[in-house]
């Protein structure tokens, strides 16, 4: 599997001349198989950039959001495939007691919040809901779960004949736990992470920002790596970072985290551009 | 042992926060954790007692009605909100594990998670202690 980066960012874009290593664009990973299908994890404002390095000739695309969190969904209609006639568009997303999928994003894509409405959208869509069973798209097996966030909230995991990559960018494993981390049967996220040769996860956090935002859903970076140590993965990707953070400040936390936690597993931070190979 | 469902993870945590006594059972009815509030009324400690097939606690704590007639399981709140997905109360004695009689009140329902998914069900109850 090969994992590109194109949106790193948590909460709200942040362009600017300190956010130009990390990444300012919000939530979207790009994973290719082996035979060369793509899926799209989450459609914050870095898929934009994603949908225009895409051939002409698409003709088929899997979008797996997590959540409809506008940090989430917000690149959605600038994704240029929805407007080309004959793709085949797939949107998974987690279900909902009282609406569809469809009507929850038509909800952002409607006026007064977005002029363009989906019916207006030239690409074939299907909406399907989350969790209802084991995906089958391509050569990818992929796995849905209820993670803690506030709303529903799915993570994946990936897996193909080799590799398993798991995606959770907005969670919080830690809320309300006395002790973290906690008995691996009773943690949030353990079943989709467990061995992973790749975790991409939410570092949203500082320890003494944590303490005011407990209940947002997300992770300091210090219990990142500690998630990432419990599940047993192998390289661990943070992800999902607060907006307010520049490039100096995330290395400096990076570096913090490093030197007091000695993970046992390789740690690369996510940017936007990066490119990893899953084998 | 495979991961907890989340909404039965975040039911655990919540009645860790609580100081009323809670009981949480999954699906086939299996006692998965109590909380310590819980453990004043029955007479021990979830620690000790670890999960509990349905067969053992539905019988282990001895429930009898006024008349000291013994409660069937399937009369038991918690077993009707596992069995018939609805919500039930009763008053009732039991016997904790370190021998006192006690009174209680039941309220259990089943629990529901997002998609519809069945999930098991929880028991809060009150100790009574003057009538």
């Not at chain 1, 469809?102 to 909800?107: G, Y």
């Not at chain 1, 363009?116 to 969790?131: G, K, M, T």
């Not at chain 2, 100081?19 to 400690?45: C, H, K, Q, S, W």
């Not at chain 2, 038991?76 to 209680?104: S, Y």
């Amino acid at each position: 599997m090969k994992v590109t980066f194109w949106g790193t960012r948590g909460s709200l874009a942040s362009p600017s001349p300190e956010t130009v290593r990390y990444g300012g664009n919000t939530s979207c990973v790009a994973v290719v198989g082996s035979e060369g299908t793509m899926i799209i994890l989450d459609a914050g404002t870095g898929i934009r950039n994603l949908g225009q390095s895409l051939p002409a000739d698409l003709k088929r695309v899997h979008i797996l959001l997590t959540h409809l969190h506008m940090d989430h969904i917000q690149g959605l209609p600038f994704f240029a495939p929805l407007r080309r006639r004959g793709v085949e568009f797939h949107i998974w997303g987690p279900a909902s007691t009282t609406l569809s999928l469809n009507a929850r994003l038509q909800k952002y894509l409607s006026p007064p919040l977005f002029p363009v409405s989906v019916r207006d959208l030239s690409a074939d869509l299907h909406f399907h809901e989350l969790p209802a069973h084991l995906i089958e798209i391509g050569e990818f097996s992929i796995n849905a779960q209820l993670i803690i966030h506030p709303n529903p909230t799915l993570g994946y995991r990936i897996a193909c004949a080799k590799s398993v990559v798991t995606y959770i960018p907005d969670h919080e494993p830690a809320l309300s736990n006395r002790v973290y981390p906690f008995e691996k049967e009773w943690t949030s996220g353990y079943d989709l992470a467990k061995g992973a040769d790749l975790l991409i996860h939410d570092a949203q956090f500082t320890d003494e920002e944590y303490q005011y935002c407990v209940g947002f859903g997300h992770s300091t970076i210090r219990d990142a790596f500690r998630f990432a140590e419990l599940t047993g993965v192998k390289q661990l990707v943070p992800f999902h970072y607060n907006p307010s953070y520049s490039d100096d400040d995330l290395d400096r936390m990076f570096d913090e985290a490093l030197t007091e936690l000695h993970p046992t597993y390789k740690m690369t931070p996510s940017r936007e551009g990066l490119s990893l190979d899953v084998v | 042992m495979s991961q907890q469902e989340i909404e039965v993870i975040l039911a655990r945590h919540l009645a860790e926060y609580l100081a009323m006594p809670i009981f949480l059972v999954n699906p086939n009815g299996d006692l998965i954790f109590y909380n310590e509030p819980a453990e004043a009324v029955l007479g021990t400690r979830y620690s000790e007692t670890g999960a509990m097939p349905a067969s053992v606690w539905s019988t282990i704590f001895h429930p009898i009605d006024h008349e000291g007639k013994p409660i069937p399981p399937e009369e038991l709140p918690l077993v009707i909100a596992l069995t018939q997905h609805c919500p039930a109360h009763k008053i009732f004695w039991i016997r904790g594990l370190d021998g006192a009689m006690r009174e209680i009140e039941v309220t259990a329902f089943p629990l529901i998670g997002q998609a519809d998914r069945f999930l098991g069900g929880i028991a809060i109850f009150w100790e009574i202690t003057t009538k």
